[in-house]
Protein backbone atom coordinates (compact mmCIF):
# COMPACT_ATOMS: atom_id res chain seq x y z
CA UNK A 1 0.00 0.00 0.00
CA UNK A 2 1.48 3.22 -0.56
CA UNK A 3 0.05 6.15 1.57
CA UNK A 4 -0.57 9.20 -0.18
CA UNK A 5 -0.80 8.15 -3.54
CA UNK A 6 -2.05 9.71 -6.60
CA UNK A 7 -5.86 11.44 -7.04
CA UNK A 8 -8.17 14.34 -6.77
CA UNK A 9 -10.40 15.76 -4.00
CA UNK A 10 -12.33 14.59 -1.50
CA UNK A 11 -14.67 12.18 -1.85
CA UNK A 12 -17.24 11.27 1.17
CA UNK A 13 -18.26 7.24 0.79
CA UNK A 14 -21.36 6.22 -0.28
CA UNK A 15 -22.69 5.92 3.63
CA UNK A 16 -21.72 9.09 5.29
CA UNK A 17 -22.94 11.36 1.79
CA UNK A 18 -26.58 9.35 2.94
CA UNK A 19 -26.23 9.98 6.62
CA UNK A 20 -25.95 13.51 5.59
CA UNK A 21 -28.66 13.88 2.94
CA UNK A 22 -30.86 11.97 6.44
CA UNK A 23 -30.05 14.82 8.21
CA UNK A 24 -30.91 17.66 5.69
CA UNK A 25 -34.33 15.85 4.97
CA UNK A 26 -35.00 15.47 8.97
CA UNK A 27 -34.07 19.34 8.87
CA UNK A 28 -36.04 20.20 6.29
CA UNK A 29 -35.37 21.74 2.74
CA UNK A 30 -36.10 25.63 1.92
CA UNK A 31 -40.18 26.26 1.31
CA UNK A 32 -41.02 22.83 2.00
CA UNK A 33 -42.20 22.30 -1.08
CA UNK A 34 -40.03 18.87 -1.97
CA UNK A 35 -38.82 16.17 1.08
CA UNK A 36 -37.93 13.36 1.49
CA UNK A 37 -37.31 11.02 4.49
CA UNK A 38 -35.72 6.86 5.48
CA UNK A 39 -38.27 3.89 4.48
CA UNK A 40 -36.96 2.01 6.79
CA UNK A 41 -35.52 3.02 10.11
CA UNK A 42 -33.51 -0.20 10.88
CA UNK A 43 -31.91 -0.37 7.30
CA UNK A 44 -28.13 0.05 8.08
CA UNK A 45 -27.35 0.96 4.20
CA UNK A 46 -30.37 3.38 3.97
CA UNK A 47 -31.36 2.13 0.75
CA UNK A 48 -35.09 2.59 0.06
CA UNK A 49 -36.54 6.57 0.56
CA UNK A 50 -40.15 8.21 0.39
CA UNK A 51 -39.75 11.81 -1.48
CA UNK A 52 -42.69 14.11 -1.97
CA UNK A 53 -43.62 17.09 -4.45
CA UNK A 54 -45.98 19.50 -3.74
CA UNK A 55 -47.36 20.68 -7.77
CA UNK A 56 -45.57 24.12 -8.62
CA UNK A 57 -48.44 26.89 -8.73
CA UNK A 58 -50.09 28.29 -12.26
CA UNK A 59 -50.10 24.33 -13.29
CA UNK A 60 -52.36 21.41 -13.58
CA UNK A 61 -49.98 19.64 -10.80
CA UNK A 62 -51.17 22.54 -8.22
CA UNK A 63 -52.30 21.79 -4.81
CA UNK A 64 -51.42 17.70 -5.49
CA UNK A 65 -48.90 15.78 -3.48
CA UNK A 66 -46.80 13.38 -5.62
CA UNK A 67 -44.88 10.34 -3.44
CA UNK A 68 -42.22 8.82 -5.03
CA UNK A 69 -40.11 6.07 -4.38
CA UNK A 70 -36.02 6.40 -4.65
CA UNK A 71 -33.61 3.43 -4.20
CA UNK A 72 -29.85 4.04 -3.24
CA UNK A 73 -28.16 0.99 -4.27
CA UNK A 74 -24.36 -0.14 -2.94
CA UNK A 75 -23.42 2.30 -5.62
CA UNK A 76 -24.76 5.72 -5.03
CA UNK A 77 -23.81 7.94 -5.29
CA UNK A 78 -21.19 6.63 -8.05
CA UNK A 79 -24.83 5.60 -10.00
CA UNK A 80 -27.90 7.85 -9.34
CA UNK A 81 -30.87 6.30 -7.32
CA UNK A 82 -34.10 4.24 -9.20
CA UNK A 83 -36.55 6.66 -8.69
CA UNK A 84 -40.79 6.25 -9.64
CA UNK A 85 -43.89 7.92 -8.86
CA UNK A 86 -45.67 6.17 -6.26
CA UNK A 87 -48.74 8.76 -7.11
CA UNK A 88 -49.74 8.87 -10.47
CA UNK A 89 -49.05 11.38 -12.88
CA UNK A 90 -49.04 11.99 -16.47
CA UNK A 91 -45.55 13.58 -17.39
CA UNK A 92 -42.96 13.28 -20.08
CA UNK A 93 -40.55 11.73 -18.44
CA UNK A 94 -43.13 9.06 -16.19
CA UNK A 95 -43.23 5.97 -17.86
CA UNK A 96 -46.69 5.48 -17.77
CA UNK A 97 -47.36 2.12 -17.13
CA UNK A 98 -45.04 2.08 -14.06
CA UNK A 99 -44.10 5.37 -12.95
CA UNK A 100 -40.63 5.13 -13.53
CA UNK A 101 -38.90 8.63 -14.43
CA UNK A 102 -36.72 7.13 -17.52
CA UNK A 103 -33.47 8.54 -17.17
CA UNK A 104 -33.44 8.83 -20.89
CA UNK A 105 -35.94 11.57 -20.84
CA UNK A 106 -34.68 12.92 -17.39
CA UNK A 107 -31.48 14.60 -18.06
CA UNK A 108 -30.26 15.01 -14.13
CA UNK A 109 -30.71 11.01 -13.97
CA UNK A 110 -29.08 10.49 -17.52
CA UNK A 111 -25.58 12.86 -16.78
CA UNK A 112 -25.62 12.13 -13.11
CA UNK A 113 -22.71 13.37 -11.11
CA UNK A 114 -21.82 11.92 -8.08
CA UNK A 115 -22.52 15.42 -6.01
CA UNK A 116 -26.27 15.49 -7.36
CA UNK A 117 -28.55 14.08 -4.24
CA UNK A 118 -31.86 12.67 -3.68
CA UNK A 119 -33.01 17.25 -3.10
CA UNK A 120 -31.63 17.72 -6.44
CA UNK A 121 -33.58 15.42 -8.60
CA UNK A 122 -37.21 15.96 -6.54
CA UNK A 123 -36.04 19.85 -7.35
CA UNK A 124 -35.61 19.15 -10.52
CA UNK A 125 -38.78 16.84 -11.36
CA UNK A 126 -40.44 19.96 -9.45
CA UNK A 127 -39.31 22.18 -12.18
CA UNK A 128 -39.88 19.84 -14.99
CA UNK A 129 -43.94 19.81 -13.71
CA UNK A 130 -43.68 23.69 -14.39
CA UNK A 131 -42.13 22.78 -17.97
CA UNK A 132 -44.24 23.92 -20.92
CA UNK A 133 -44.86 20.61 -22.17
CA UNK A 134 -45.87 19.18 -19.17
CA UNK A 135 -47.97 21.70 -17.18
CA UNK A 136 -50.66 21.43 -18.94
CA UNK A 137 -51.26 17.75 -19.32
CA UNK A 138 -54.53 16.14 -18.45
CA UNK A 139 -53.89 14.32 -15.05
CA UNK A 140 -55.20 11.10 -13.72
CA UNK A 141 -57.84 11.47 -10.99
CA UNK A 142 -55.81 12.42 -7.52
CA UNK A 143 -55.47 10.03 -4.88
CA UNK A 144 -53.99 7.05 -7.16
CA UNK A 145 -51.16 5.25 -7.25
CA UNK A 146 -48.83 3.00 -10.38
CA UNK B 1 -8.24 8.29 -6.56
CA UNK B 2 -8.80 10.37 -3.52
CA UNK B 3 -5.72 10.24 -1.92
CA UNK B 4 -3.77 13.66 -3.36
CA UNK B 5 -2.74 15.91 -0.93
CA UNK B 6 -3.37 13.62 1.86
CA UNK B 7 -2.01 15.94 4.74
CA UNK B 8 0.83 14.64 6.14
CA UNK B 9 -0.89 14.35 9.51
CA UNK B 10 -3.46 11.98 8.26
CA UNK B 11 -0.39 10.07 7.11
CA UNK B 12 1.54 10.03 10.12
CA UNK B 13 -2.11 9.05 12.52
CA UNK B 14 -2.43 5.95 9.49
CA UNK B 15 1.04 4.39 9.55
CA UNK B 16 0.81 4.58 13.51
CA UNK B 17 -2.66 3.13 13.52
CA UNK B 18 -1.17 0.34 11.39
CA UNK B 19 1.62 -0.48 13.54
CA UNK B 20 1.59 0.04 16.85
CA UNK B 21 -2.55 -0.77 16.74
CA UNK B 22 -4.96 -0.05 20.44
CA UNK B 23 -5.33 -2.87 21.76
CA UNK B 24 -8.99 -4.32 20.68
CA UNK B 25 -9.05 -1.83 18.54
CA UNK B 26 -7.88 -2.41 14.25
CA UNK B 27 -8.47 0.85 11.82
CA UNK B 28 -7.21 0.53 8.55
CA UNK B 29 -8.28 2.95 5.39
CA UNK B 30 -9.84 1.63 2.29
CA UNK B 31 -7.67 1.15 -0.61
CA UNK B 32 -9.62 3.42 -3.21
CA UNK B 33 -10.17 6.19 -0.52
CA UNK B 34 -7.79 6.98 2.25
CA UNK B 35 -10.03 9.01 4.26
CA UNK B 36 -12.08 5.91 4.80
CA UNK B 37 -11.24 3.86 7.46
CA UNK B 38 -12.74 0.03 8.11
CA UNK B 39 -13.06 -0.13 11.80
CA UNK B 40 -13.09 -3.24 14.05
CA UNK B 41 -13.47 -2.79 17.89
CA UNK B 42 -13.58 -5.91 20.55
CA UNK B 43 -16.34 -5.54 23.12
CA UNK B 44 -14.41 -5.03 26.43
CA UNK B 45 -13.76 -7.19 28.71
CA UNK B 46 -16.37 -7.31 31.76
CA UNK B 47 -18.79 -5.23 29.67
CA UNK B 48 -22.42 -6.61 28.55
CA UNK B 49 -20.30 -6.79 24.41
CA UNK B 50 -17.75 -8.56 26.24
CA UNK B 51 -16.94 -11.30 23.45
CA UNK B 52 -18.43 -9.62 20.35
CA UNK B 53 -16.35 -8.14 17.60
CA UNK B 54 -17.71 -4.57 16.22
CA UNK B 55 -17.54 -3.71 12.95
CA UNK B 56 -17.30 0.37 12.38
CA UNK B 57 -16.51 2.82 9.41
CA UNK B 58 -14.71 6.27 9.79
CA UNK B 59 -14.46 9.40 7.66
CA UNK B 60 -11.97 11.97 8.44
CA UNK B 61 -13.76 14.83 6.51
CA UNK B 62 -11.95 17.52 4.48
CA UNK B 63 -11.82 19.67 6.98
CA UNK B 64 -10.04 16.87 9.43
CA UNK B 65 -8.47 17.57 12.08
CA UNK B 66 -10.48 20.97 12.23
CA UNK B 67 -13.81 18.87 12.38
CA UNK B 68 -14.17 15.94 13.90
CA UNK B 69 -14.08 12.43 12.20
CA UNK B 70 -17.23 10.51 11.35
CA UNK B 71 -17.54 7.45 12.75
CA UNK B 72 -20.51 4.91 13.00
CA UNK B 73 -21.37 1.13 14.10
CA UNK B 74 -22.09 -1.21 11.25
CA UNK B 75 -22.66 -4.17 13.35
CA UNK B 76 -26.24 -3.90 15.57
CA UNK B 77 -25.71 -2.90 18.71
CA UNK B 78 -27.71 -2.66 22.28
CA UNK B 79 -26.16 0.43 23.41
CA UNK B 80 -28.11 3.58 25.13
CA UNK B 81 -25.82 6.11 22.85
CA UNK B 82 -26.02 4.46 19.95
CA UNK B 83 -28.94 4.44 17.69
CA UNK B 84 -30.39 1.82 14.82
CA UNK B 85 -27.81 3.43 11.94
CA UNK B 86 -25.03 3.09 14.56
CA UNK B 87 -24.97 6.81 14.62
CA UNK B 88 -23.07 7.36 17.81
CA UNK B 89 -23.55 10.19 20.85
CA UNK B 90 -19.97 11.17 21.92
CA UNK B 91 -19.13 14.58 23.33
CA UNK B 92 -16.18 14.87 21.39
CA UNK B 93 -17.81 13.42 18.10
CA UNK B 94 -19.57 17.37 18.32
CA UNK B 95 -19.02 20.19 20.60
CA UNK B 96 -16.12 18.76 22.56
CA UNK B 97 -13.61 17.92 19.39
CA UNK B 98 -10.27 19.37 19.69
CA UNK B 99 -7.65 18.86 16.99
CA UNK B 100 -5.70 17.81 19.26
CA UNK B 101 -7.51 14.51 19.60
CA UNK B 102 -6.68 11.94 17.16
CA UNK B 103 -8.58 8.96 15.26
CA UNK B 104 -6.70 6.49 17.85
CA UNK B 105 -8.61 8.78 21.08
CA UNK B 106 -11.53 8.50 19.10
CA UNK B 107 -11.68 4.98 18.51
CA UNK B 108 -10.52 4.27 22.27
CA UNK B 109 -13.10 6.62 23.40
CA UNK B 110 -15.96 4.50 21.75
CA UNK B 111 -14.50 1.72 23.35
CA UNK B 112 -14.50 3.48 26.89
CA UNK B 113 -18.06 4.41 26.02
CA UNK B 114 -18.83 0.53 25.82
CA UNK B 115 -17.67 -0.11 29.59
CA UNK B 116 -19.49 2.57 30.23
CA UNK B 117 -22.95 3.32 28.69
CA UNK B 118 -24.33 6.38 29.51
CA UNK B 119 -28.36 6.51 29.63
CA UNK B 120 -28.35 9.91 30.82
CA UNK B 121 -27.48 11.01 27.71
CA UNK B 122 -29.37 9.07 25.47
CA UNK B 123 -29.79 8.89 21.65
CA UNK B 124 -31.89 5.69 21.81
CA UNK B 125 -34.67 7.32 23.99
CA UNK B 126 -36.01 3.39 24.23
CA UNK B 127 -33.14 1.63 25.16
CA UNK B 128 -31.97 4.46 27.74
CA UNK B 129 -35.47 3.89 29.46
CA UNK B 130 -34.34 0.35 29.30
CA UNK B 131 -31.40 0.50 31.21
CA UNK B 132 -32.57 3.44 34.14
CA UNK B 133 -35.96 1.34 34.79
CA UNK B 134 -34.40 -2.22 34.50
CA UNK B 135 -30.55 -2.42 34.12
CA UNK B 136 -29.94 -5.82 34.73
CA UNK B 137 -32.52 -6.68 32.12
CA UNK B 138 -31.14 -4.54 29.79
CA UNK B 139 -27.54 -5.74 30.22
CA UNK B 140 -28.56 -9.04 29.25
CA UNK B 141 -30.56 -7.57 26.12
CA UNK B 142 -27.29 -6.25 25.37
CA UNK B 143 -25.81 -9.00 25.83
CA UNK B 144 -28.14 -11.20 23.27
CA UNK B 145 -27.92 -8.89 20.47
CA UNK B 146 -23.42 -9.37 20.94
CA UNK B 147 -24.23 -13.11 20.95
CA UNK B 148 -26.66 -12.44 17.75
CA UNK B 149 -24.98 -9.51 15.59
CA UNK B 150 -21.17 -9.62 16.61
CA UNK B 151 -20.13 -13.00 17.10
CA UNK B 152 -17.91 -12.47 14.28
CA UNK B 153 -19.26 -15.21 12.18
Known sequence: ?146 | MANSNLPRRIIKETQRLLSEPAPGISASPSEDNMRYFNVMILGPTQSPYEGGVFKLELFLPEEYPMAAPKVRFLTKIYHPNIDKLGRICLDILKDKWSPALQIRTVLLSIQALLSAPNPDDPLSENIAKHWKSNEAEAVETAKEWTRLYASGA
Open chain 1, 1 to 146: MTLGSAGSSVVVPRNFRLLEELERGEKGIGDGTVSYGMDDGDDIYMRSWTGTIIGPHNTVHEGRIYQLKLFCDKDYPEKPPSVRFHSRINMTCVNHETGVVEPKKFGLLANWQREYTMEDILTQLKKEMAAPHNRKLVQPPEGTYF
